[in-house]
């Protein structure tokens, strides 16, 4: 298991360039399901998940091949495709429900593996069975499997209001509803970038959606898709940990290739901090030369404050000027990092949905262990600006979400290393 090394002190300077976003490229895999013939996606993320995602649409029956090199995928899809997604590759990563939906539209049904419990909450799969059970599937917990079928003649169109913008539930019922009989609305849809995303490649296919990008989603089924080409959409989250990274190292980085009304919230909260933010023709450049005011933040479904971001924002209000309260409403056990943070010496109380961090002028290094993806950033953003050295373990979660973490952070000037950690005996 490999850790970073990263000896605190650094002000980051520099430029990234921002690829496309795993939440969307993953899901983008799935939707080529939906069409036999040859599906590429482009700006694919070199990261484990496409691998993983690639085996399962292997084991589905396709034939897929990834290049590094140029970020592209190539899916091959047949006209028959298997209906079952085994438990080995979706523990490994929840993504893999994605294929939930296309499965049962291409095939009438689906046996998907229960991605089981994850180490920031339940996370549930309610809102997508109920709503294809509305539109006729028969829906089973077996064995450890949600076996779902859909009538004799196919799933039918209906009204779906979900009780939460789901990003997961809408992905489904979405993609279950491009061509099932007749039309689907799905009420009170997430309407994240990433929904936009695949919203525009079905579109491109031949889907018809009417709302796209909006809480309201009006599908018409068609009789048949066909494979295209897409390149996938920049990731936000990764693009707002590097704004954040510039602010809590007193830095100046120019972010490529990234979508800063995607951020809008996160920009400008920077901005209360005390960052000088600059929109640019292909993204944005922060610029920070003072310790930031604490900022409050609430995540909230999209256009919300992002979840993914808070653990970074939690990072940078422990060094800030002042007090910030954060309030976490889609994941219960996102605060579960704070209990690492404050090994650097945080001072962060956290009481169910809300955290309270008062900012230390400085934090010291220690080593930390890394809970999930964001967890990860946030703990790397904060050894940036600890005291000495800061070991951050279990780095396999940031790399999920991170392509090169440490070497684009090294380029900017930061003082990093990836290790190979010693094995207990
Ligand atoms: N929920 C239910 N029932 C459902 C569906 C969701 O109770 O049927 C609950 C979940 O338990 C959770 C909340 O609703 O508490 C939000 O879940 P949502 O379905 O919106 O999220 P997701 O699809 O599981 C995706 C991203 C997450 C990101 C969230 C919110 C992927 C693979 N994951 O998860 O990304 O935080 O949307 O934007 O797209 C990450 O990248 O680090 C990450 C966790």
């Known amino acids: ?18 690829t496309g976003a795993k939440n969307s490229s993953l899901k983008l895999m799935a939707v080529a399901l939906l069409a036999p013939g040859k ?25 897929v091949s990834y290049s590094a090199e140029t970020e592209t995928v190539e899916i091959d899809v047949p006209a028959t495709i298997e209906h079952r997604a085994d438990y080995d ?50 829906v089973a917990n077996e ?20 009780d939460f913008p789901s990003v997961g539930a809408t992905e489904t019922l979405l993609m279950a509803a491009v061509t099932a009989n007749g039309v689907t609305v799905i009420d009170n ?15 491109a296919m031949g889907a018809q959606i009417d709302g796209v990008g909006t809480s309201l989603l009006t599908i018409t089924g068609v009789s048949s898709l066909k494979a295209v080409e897409h390149t996938t959409v920049a990731d936000r989250i990764v693009a707002g940990t590097w704004a954040v990274a510039a602010v809590i190292t007193g830095g100046d980085i120019t972010v490529r290739n990234a979508n800063s009304e995607h951020l809008s919230i996160a920009l400008e909260k920077l901005v209360t901090a005390g960052a000088e933010v600059e929109i640019t023709n292909d993204g944005f450049r922060v610029q920070m030369n003072k310790r930031p005011t604490a900022i409050d933040v609430v995540t909230l479904p999209y256009p919300g404050f992002p979840t993914d971001l808070q653990p970074q924002f939690i990072a940078l209000n422990s060094i800030a000027e002042g007090s910030a309260m954060v309030t976490e409403n889609l994941f219960e056990a996102r605060f579960r990092f704070v209990q690492e943070l404050t090994r650097l010496g945080a001072e962060v109380r956290t ?55 440490e070497k684009q952070l090294s380029k900017l000037g930061a003082n990093i290393i990836r290790e190979t950690s010693p094995q207990l005996s």
């Open 89 to 138: 590759l979706v523990r490994r990563m929840r993504a893999s429900i994605a294929v939930l939906g296309p499965l049962v539209a291409r095939t009438g049904a689906a046996d998907v593996a229960l991605p089981g419990g994850d180490a920031i909450g339940s996370r549930g799969l309610d809102m997508h069975t109920a709503g294809l059970e509305r539109m006729g599937a028969t």
């Open 143 to 162: 064995h450890g499997y949600l076996v779902v079928h859909a009538p004799d003649g196919g799933l039918v169109g209906t009204h779906v209001y979900l």
């Open 189 to 203: 849809a997430a309407r994240e970038p990433e929904i936009v995303d695949i919203c525009n490649m079905l579109l």
């Open 1 to 18: 298991m490999d850790v970073f090394r990263i000896q605190g002190g650094a002000r980051l300077v520099g430029e990234v360039h921002i």
């Open 39 to 63: 599906t590429t996606i482009r700006a694919v993320p070199n990261i484990l998940d496409v691998t993983i995602m690639a085996e399962l649409l292997r084991r589905l029956g396709c034939s």
């Open 351 to 405: 009481d169910g949905h809300h955290a309270l961090i008062r900012g230390r002028s400085q934090l010291s290094g220690a080593p930390v262990e890394a809970t999930d993806i964001r967890a990860g950033a946030g703990l790397v953003l904060a050894g940036l600006v600890a005291d000495g050295e800061t070991t951050v373990h279990a780095i396999d979660h940031i790399d999920r979400g991170y392509v090169d973490f």
